[in-house]
């Protein structure tokens, strides 16, 4: 590019995750582009901040604003964007389509980056576990798999997608190994969320902004690398056994979702989840469509059971549900395991909280309609973690079911009892996906250790 030639204007639509990870990749020190700005989405607290000049690059020396999806048109002509890429998950393929809309009528192209271009090589062996919605139980699947991995005397890495919903800076490399880390770190709920239940049983897990280094320091002190997904996306890392999760429980999404149905076509072994909830003819139906799709994937069974930790605080009680928050808010989900788990215990009645949800929280529930009588964990911010703390405060209800995967009574003082639901991972019929996975590390040349089957 000669000095005179003008750089490609760029606009990255995303929302604090893999639209910071593309840029990284593709954009940051790539003199051909400017990047004029970051779009934000689906999580609040993001639009308004800057991604800083030290993550930046020497090209942005005062770092890239972060502007509100909604002003998409305006910035595309205001500043003469070329070109729009888009860069989050968990949207309908017509949902893509309609962005794709307002910025090509606004004059730009619109463009999706995909795996190759964006995944980095670990120097060890990797395992992803995706899946196709937000919610299909990817978080439980790679606790149960780093059990599996560490019997056969590995130290693995858990690397987690992106989260970084505080101090940009401070979060580009993060290394979590102690509750306490999350205090320092001053991690918000859904950050807990996700990293908490891997520290409890023994998981180092990686995250942060810049993948580069996060991938370096985790293969550094480990032998093998967990890619632990976030909503649909595909990973960050070149997996060497990619996982995949389908959800009986919304059949019919295998194929509707980007970039899920990327995911399930690049998929080696696909799980089909929930088969202890779902009808039987759901679970045949997601299976065919899976075979359908990607005729080479390995498919197997597995279960998520539910477990109440005190079944009888809740039996005959008026109760409340508080839902894991991606799950049912762009996960699309009504309603989540805490509701089945209240449901199952006898509760009285589930009481409906949306009556008494504070501003903040009336707010979610006007953004996602579908959700039905539960109470999301919402707590992306400070304000955001009061306001749910409040919402469960003002319910008339005699006891809270909490399906979060965090202590929720460490964080927020709440007036009434609180028990936790809990779901976890397991096989269902051989061969399991632990099977699968000691023959990969055969393949990997991995010495294994062979677990007799449950």
């Given at each position: 590019m000669t000095n005179t030639q003008r750089r490609t204007r760029v606009v990255i639509m995303g929302a604090a995750g893999r639209d910071f990870h593309n840029f990284n990749m593709v954009y940051r020190d790539n003199p051909a582009y400017e990047v004029i700005a970051f779009t934000a989405a689906q999580i609040s607290g993001i639009a308004g901040r800057r991604y800083p000049p030290s993550l930046a690059g020497s090209l942005y020396p005062e770092g890239i604003p972060i502007i509100d999806e909604a002003k998409l048109e305006w910035l595309c002509r205001q500043e003469d964007i070329d070109r729009v890429i888009f860069a989050y998950s968990d949207v309908t393929h017509a949902e893509v389509m309609h962005l794709a809309s307002r910025a090509m009528a606004a004059g730009a192209d619109f463009v999706l980056l995909g795996p190759d271009r964006t995944m980095l090589q670990a120097r060890v062996p990797a395992i992803a576990i995706s899946a196709v919605r937000t919610g299909c139980g990817k978080s439980q699947t790679a606790r149960w798999l780093s059990k599996l991995?560490?019997?056969?005397?590995?130290?693995?890495?858990?690397?987690?997608?992106?989260?970084?919903?505080?101090d940009l800076e401070r979060?580009?490399?993060?290394?979590?190994?102690?509750r306490a880390d999350l205090d320092t770190a001053e991690c918000t709920l859904e950050e807990r969320e996700e990293y908490e239940p891997h520290l409890d049983i023994g998981n180092v897990v990686y995250a942060g902004v810049d993948y580069a280094p996060i991938i370096n320091l985790a293969e550094a002190e480990s032998d093998l690398i967990l890619w632990d997904g976030g909503n649909n996306d595909f990973p960050f890392i070149r997996?060497?056994?990619?996982?995949v999760l389908v959800d009986p429980l919304r059949p019919g999404h295998e194929t509707t979702h980007h970039p899920g149905e990327v995911v399930l076509r690049r998929a080696d072994i696909?799980?089909?989840?929930?088969?202890?909830?779902?009808?039987?003819a759901d679970v045949q139906r997601v299976e065919d469509a899976v075979r359908q799709v990607n005729p080479t994937a390995t498919v197997v069974r597995a279960a998520s059971p539910i477990v109440l930790d005190q079944p009888e605080v809740v039996r005959?009680?008026?109760?409340?549900?508080v839902e894991d928050?991606?799950?049912i808010t762009h996960g699309g989900m009504p309603y989540g395991a805490g509701y089945v788990a209240a449901t199952h215990a006898h509760a009285a009645e589930i009481v409906d909280p949306r009556a008494f949800a504070v501003p903040e929280i009336a707010a979610v529930y006007a953004q996602y309609p579908h959700i039905r009588a539960v109470l999301p964990a919402m707590g992306y911010s400070q304000e955001q973690l009061e306001a749910l703390g409040q919402t469960i405060n003002n319910t008339?209800?005699?006891v809270v079911v909490a399906a979060t995967p965090i202590d929720l009574a460490a964080l927020i003082k709440v007036n009434k009892p609180v028990v936790r639901?809990?779901?976890?991972f397991a096989e269902t019929g051989e061969p399991g996906l632990g099977r699968l996975v000691e023959k990969f590390l055969v393949r990997a040349g991995i010495k294994v250790i062979l677990i007799p089957a449950e």
């Open positions: 991995l560490r019997q056969q005397g590995l130290r693995v890495a858990v690397i987690r997608h992106p989260m970084p919903y505080g979060q580009r490399v993060q290394r979590f190994a102690t997996p060497d056994l990619h996982i696909v799980v089909v989840a929930k088969v202890d909830a779902a009808a039987t005959g009680r008026r109760v409340l549900v928050g991606p799950t008339q209800a005699d639901a809990r779901y976890e």
